[in-house]
């Protein structure tokens, strides 16, 4: 009997501090204007993927700033397999089907201006093998 599980390295990969390669960090820092309130320059942030199971997953992050913020998923070749904008909004949450994709390494990369924050991770394709005696 043979069984394919399609099992994603997501967990791993992208929440780990071995995502983080080459990837921009979001810039926060703070002032007090002389109206007395406090700013921020911070444009994206709390930036995070969450496996859903099933090959499902949930991008979120915070846009304080509510910038235009262009979010894209990239196969290996950086080829673009999902974009949109958003902007207006401080929160983005989105869930993400992802079961059409065949294995390999892909990226979800968020973009606001001159900040780009980006989460590798890759698909893997495994076979299970069981075995079952049989009865006389």
């Known amino acids: 009997m043979k069984k394919l599980a399609l099992v994603l390295g997501l967990a791993a990969t992208i929440v780990s501090a071995t995502a983080t390669q080459?990837?921009?960090?979001?810039?926060?820092?703070?002032g007090t204007p002389a109206s007395g309130?406090?700013?921020?320059?911070?444009?994206?942030t709390n930036l995070s993927v969450q496996d859903m199971g099933s090959l499902r997953f949930k991008l979120a992050f915070e846009n304080p700033l509510r910038q235009k913020t262009k979010?894209?998923?990239?196969?290996?070749?950086?080829?673009?397999?999902?974009?949109?904008?958003?902007f207006g909004n401080t929160?983005?949450?989105r869930a993400f089907n992802l079961?059409?994709?065949?294995?390999?390494?892909?990226?979800f990369v968020v973009e606001t201006g001159k900040e780009k924050l980006k989460k590798d991770f890759a698909i893997t394709t495994k076979t299970l093998r069981g075995v079952s005696l049989a009865s006389n």
């Open 22 to 30: 080459g990837m921009a960090q979001a810039k926060a820092a703070s």
């Open 37 to 44: 309130k406090t700013t921020s320059t911070a444009t994206v």
């Open 71 to 86: 979010i894209y998923l990239l196969d290996k070749e950086s080829n673009v397999l999902f974009d949109e904008y958003t």
């Open 91 to 93: 929160q983005y949450v």
């Open 99 to 107: 079961s059409n994709l065949t294995d390999g390494e892909y990226s």
